[in-house]
């Protein structure tokens, strides 16, 4: 079955940088594209960038000049690294299943929790 | 960037019927979804492009709209369905979501 795990720190120091792994399962990363959307504590949800099948990016221009997607098609893991961390980016981090314009994101990961805080 | 707003709270007993609103700051078309999110988890895909049921999801939740108004309904509501609802529009970009409106026992 589809499944999507997230794992990273749950503390990162301010002006650092945020390292988080999806590792999904259930499906391949050549077939179906996967989306990062963050949440902060009490707060609405916020996508922040999707890595495409053909392993293009796109990001939401409030993150852009912070955030990188990548990905390992071998591991089926992808890869989302924020630099410049402040207390605001403290939230959820979810990886969800993208199947691109149109569409909704079908499957989520279950969410990881970081906290910017020294 | 698209605002999706929804009212922040609504308050109702089982065996109502409670009505949910969205409003795009633009036309979406049909592309807007609705999610279910109890605390402590993932968001779940309850509608896709505004009136579609889910797989597994119980006939008592629909919704239709288009453009920038929006409706998803439960009914009747049951005490498991206590939770906020995330509207999500998909028609332009970047993809963004309402703020939720959270629903409360009377």
């Known amino acids: 079955q589809v499944q999507l795990k997230e794992s990273g720190p749950g503390l990162v120091q301010p002006s650092q940088t945020l390292s988080l792994t999806c590792t999904v399962s259930?499906?391949?990363?050549?077939?179906?594209?996967v989306s990062w959307v963050r949440q902060p504590p009490g707060k609405g949800l916020e996508w922040m960038g999707v890595?495409?099948?053909?392993?293009?990016?796109a990001y939401n221009s409030l993150l852009k000049s912070r955030l990188s997607i990548s990905r390992d098609i071998s591991k089926s893991q992808v890869f989302l690294k924020m630099n410049s961390l402040q207390t605001e980016d403290t939230a959820t981090y979810y990886c969800?299943?993208?199947?691109?314009?149109?569409?909704?994101?079908?499957?989520w990961g279950q969410g990881v929790m970081v906290t910017v805080s020294s | 960037d698209t605002v999706l707003t929804q009212s922040p709270a609504l308050a109702v007993s089982p065996g109502e019927r409670v009505t949910i609103s969205c409003r795009a700051s633009?036309?979406?078309?049909?592309?807007m979804h609705w999610y279910q999110q109890k605390p402590g988890q993932q968001p779940k895909l309850l509608i896709y492009?505004?009136?579609n049921l889910a797989s597994g999801v119980p006939a008592r939740f629909s919704g239709s709209g288009s453009g920038t108004d929006f409706t998803f309904t439960i009914d009747p509501v049951e005490a498991d369905d206590i939770a906020t609802y995330y509207c999500?529009?998909?028609?332009?970009?970047?993809?963004?979501f309402g703020g939720g409106t959270k629903l409360e026992l009377k």
């Open positions: 969800a299943r993208d199947r691109g314009f149109g569409v909704p994101f079908d499957y």
């Open positions: 259930g499906f391949s990363l050549t077939s179906y594209h």
């Open positions: 890595i495409w099948t053909g392993g293009s990016t």
């Open positions: 633009e036309s979406v078309s049909t592309l």
């Open positions: 492009k505004a009136s």
């Open positions: 999500h529009q998909s028609w332009n970009s970047p993809r963004t």
